[in-house]
T-cell receptor, first 108, second 117 residues
Framework: LAKTTQPISMDSYEGQEVNITCSHN???????ITWYQQFPSQGPRFIIQ???TKVTNEVASLFIPADRKSSTLSLPRVSLSDTAVYYC?????????FGAGTRLTVKP | DAGITQSPRHKVTETGTPVTLRCHQT?????MYWYRQDPGHGLRLIHY???????DKGEVSDGYSVSRSKTEDFLLTLESATSSQTSVYFC????????????????FGDGTRLSIL
């Protein structure tokens, strides 16, 4: 069963690049890796998704090594509004496992 | 944002009473999901649906039942609520199976905060 492990918390400063790594040693061949962002009193919001190598969109990049046992979410030049909990999700519909999330605090 | 409405948004009830939470979508997505979120556990899948009247269990399904009689509505029922079911419940939808080759992410509602005293 796919299980994810992330750091519990991270601190950063405005304008810095932040990298959050998720470990998923038991990822299955057909599993995608998805990252979500969650603000207090809101549901998680989709950030980025990938299968292998590197994916980039307008808000983040996702780096996945060849063995796919981990993934790294990269947020360029964070701002105060990026303070949130970030979750990685691995698994298919019948066995989706969210990690406990990483609480990112961006300081001025 | 995806058209997902959860109701009620907040509810306080007593142990042993039945509780039904509703998720309504306007996106005509086939897949719908119920999660619970508790401190230190992230989100855990309770049940999901892959079509009208088609449902399956998730990681923490004990004590919960679901029904989907229409594409747009997915109901979560606690037949006899217990204090351990105090949580924040999220509904999610996706066009096709989440996390698989279809590359379809889930879209979440804003949650229902349920307190069972």
């Amino acid at each position: 069963l796919a299980k994810t492990t992330q750091p519990i918390s991270m601190d950063s400063y405005e304008g810095q690049e932040v990298n959050i790594t998720c470990s998923h040693n038991n990822i299955a061949t057909n599993d995608y890796i998805t990252w979500y962002q969650q603000f207090p009193s809101q549901g998680p919001r989709f950030i980025i998704q990938g299968y292998k190598t590197k994916v980039t969109n307008e808000v983040a990049s996702l780096f996945i090594p060849a063995d796919r046992k981990s993934s790294t979410l990269s947020l360029p030049r964070v701002s105060l509004s990026d303070t949130a909990v970030y979750y990685c999700l691995v698994g298919d519909t019948q066995d989706m496992r969210f990690g406990a999330g990483t609480r990112l605090t961006v300081k001025p | 944002d995806a058209g997902i409405t959860q109701s009620p948004r907040h509810k306080v009830t007593e142990t042993g009473t039945p509780v039904t939470l509703r998720c309504h979508q306007t996106e005509n997505h086939r897949y719908m999901y119920w999660y619970r979120q508790d401190p230190g556990h992230g989100l855990r899948l309770i049940h999901y649906s892959y079509g009208v009247k088609d449902t399956d269990k998730g990681e923490v399904s004990d004590g919960y039942s679901v029904s989907r009689s229409k594409t747009e509505d997915f109901l979560l029922t606690l037949e006899s609520a217990t204090s351990s079911q105090t949580s924040v419940y999220f509904c999610a939808i996706s066009e096709s199976p989440a996390g698989t080759w279809s590359n379809q992410p889930q879209h979440f509602g804003d949650g229902t905060r349920l307190s069972i005293l």
